[in-house]
């Protein structure tokens, strides 16, 4: 069963960084397009970052780029999401997800708090 763990989320202060890191198993994973979302409470999910199996492209939402960065580390089995310039809307809790012959798996998720 595809396994995605995620971690490094907290409690920051407006201004700044955390780096989430989501590791990934049982599946091939440097074959895959991985990607970040988040949820706030009483939204609905949103994507924040996709990267593509080689790390040579990437995307983001308008809402993080240029203080968002995402990567990923084939050789761990690993995505990253580099937070940068937090905001309080920013809040929420992050999810990493794998589609695989149309079926998508997501992580636990990772608790993102960004207040004074």
């Known amino acids: 069963q595809v396994q995605l763990v995620e971690s490094g989320g907290g409690l920051v202060q407006p201004g700044g960084s955390l780096r989430l890191s989501c590791v990934a198993s049982r599946f091939a994973f440097s074959s895959r397009t991985m990607s970040w979302y988040r949820q706030a409470p009483g939204k609905e999910r949103e994507l924040v970052a996709t990267?593509?199996?080689?790390?040579?492209?990437?995307n983001y939402a308008d809402s993080v780029k240029g203080r968002f960065t995402i990567s990923r580390d084939n050789a761990k089995n690993t995505v990253y999401l580099q937070m940068n310039s937090l905001k309080p809307e920013d809040t929420g809790v992050y999810y990493c997800k794998v589609t695989i012959m149309l079926s998508v798996y997501w992580g636990q998720g990772t608790q993102v708090t960004v207040s004074s």
């Open positions: 990267i593509t199996p080689s790390g040579g492209s990437a």
